[in-house]
């Protein structure tokens, strides 16, 4: 937990398929389901920032300003997940936080995998 990123891992990999799961229900109209798959993915955006916490606090030391900027994109990500959630359901338009989505995602798999631990 404290020196191996696989718990960490294993939960935004979760989370992000939750994520999925509840955009595809909203979509085939199910939002009963959505409503299910939102609470459990709220659980998981928890368990992301603990994981990625006992982490950083484990490891920050070695570059604290990179590692600081990982964790708030890491923090950004899921933002951008419960924004779109939320915007779905009340039926507002959600374009730019889809594009922003993509650039969280794609800065923080960059940083993630940058960062000494793990890969
Ligand atoms: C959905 C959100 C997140 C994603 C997709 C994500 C992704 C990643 C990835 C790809 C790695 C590298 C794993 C490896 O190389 O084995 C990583 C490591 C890490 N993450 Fe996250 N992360 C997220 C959220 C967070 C949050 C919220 C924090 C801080 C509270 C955080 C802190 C860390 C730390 C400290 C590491 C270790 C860096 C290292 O030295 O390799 N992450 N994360």
Redesign the pocket.
């Known amino acids: 937990m404290f020196d191996q990123?696989h718990a960490?891992?294993t939960t935004?990999v979760i989370?992000i398929i939750l994520f999925f799961v509840a955009v595809g229900l909203h979509n085939a109209g199910k939002n009963k389901g959505m409503k299910i798959v939102h609470m459990v993915l709220r659980l998981f955006y928890l368990l992301?920032?603990l994981t990625?916490?006992l982490?950083?606090w484990k490891?920050?030391g070695i570059d604290p300003a990179l590692?600081g900027i990982?964790?708030l994109v890491?923090?950004w990500?899921?933002g951008m997940f419960e924004m779109l959630l939320v915007r779905m359901n009340k039926g507002k338009s959600t374009k730019i936080f889809w594009i922003l989505l993509i650039l969280s995602?794609v800065i923080?798999?960059y940083l993630?995998?940058s960062?000494?631990?793990?890969?």
């Open positions: 990123t960490h891992i935004w989370a992301i920032i990625g916490s982490l950083f490891h920050s590692y990982k964790g890491g923090i990500v899921i995602l923080v798999l993630g995998l960062l000494p631990l793990g890969w």
